[in-house]
T-cell receptor, first 111, second 117 residues
Framework: SQQGEEDPQALSIQEGENATMNCSYKTSINNLQWYRQNSGRGLVHLILIRSNEREKHSGRLRVTLDTSKKSSSLLITASRAADTASYFCATGSSGTYKYIFGTGTRLKVLA | DGGITQSPKYLFRKEGQNVTLSCEQNLNHDAMYWYRQDPGQGLRLIYYSQIVNDFQKGDIAEGYSVSREKKESFPLTVTSAQKNPTAFYLC????????????????FGSGTQLSVL
């Protein structure tokens, strides 16, 4: 089952612009994570936000979490061509060691 | 360097054949996972293991089998019963802290692309 639904499915922006992608989920969670995947490669962890946190920053990344709406957003500021990749959210819950991934957003940053 | 190694990078399966994908980690992680990714899609969980000699089915386990005889290794066998095996397979691991559930970041291998001849 796919816990997370992400939108948009695809996003194309100019270098220097900000990119925002959203993730919605269905069940109670104890954390939400964002991953990046370059074409044909494995996933790389970007940031983890716990259910008792509302916002987290890491470099040019800003993540927000709204547990009442069961949604999260990832903002990439001042995007670069090297940010071109697919971005996935994943949720973890208490009582299980399963991580459930969303469907992903394909980001293309044009130089 | 610590990490997760998947091999081979590309694998071809003939009809009726079983094939095994290798996943080895030297991160001393207890938990290991296998995911399947179809083109343009998200990741779907096949099997996961929290500890040696124990594993659980994920959402799409039919046609697959695993073993966890050593902490470092979690091989995945794609059996002939899996009629649509063409996909990108990803192995991941994470520390397991008892009682906290899925609460840590995942470390991924570089993947194996499986195709049918």
């Amino acid at each position: 089952s796919q816990q997370g639904e992400e939108d948009p499915q695809a996003l194309s922006i100019q270098e220097g612009e900000n990119a925002t992608m959203n993730c919605s989920y269905k069940t109670s969670i104890n954390n939400l994570q964002w991953y990046r995947q370059n074409s044909g490669r494995g996933l790389v962890h970007l940031i983890l936000i716990r259910s008792n946190e509302r916002e987290k920053h890491s470099g040019r990344l800003r993540v927000t979490l709204d547990t009442s709406k069961k949604s999260s957003s990832l903002l990439i500021t001042a995007s670069r061509a090297a940010d071109t990749a697919s971005y996935f959210c994943a949720t973890g819950s208490s009582g299980t060691y399963k991580y459930i991934f969303g469907t992903g957003t394909r980001l293309k940053v044009l130089a | 360097d610590g990490g997760i190694t998947q091999s081979p990078k590309y694998l071809f399966r003939k009809e009726g054949q079983n094939v095994t994908l290798s996943c080895e980690q030297n991160l001393n992680h207890d938990a290991m996972y296998w995911y399947r990714q179809d083109p343009g899609q998200g990741l779907r969980l096949i099997y996961y293991s929290q500890i040696v000699n124990d594993f659980q089915k994920g959402d799409i386990a039919e046609g697959y089998s695993v073993s966890r005889e050593k902490k470092e290794s979690f091989p995945l066998t794609v059996t002939s019963a899996q009629k649509n095996p063409t996909a990108f397979y990803l192995c991941a691991s994470t520390p397991r802290y008892r009682g906290l559930g899925a609460n840590e970041k995942l470390f991924f291998g570089s993947g194996t692309q499986l195709s049918v001849l």
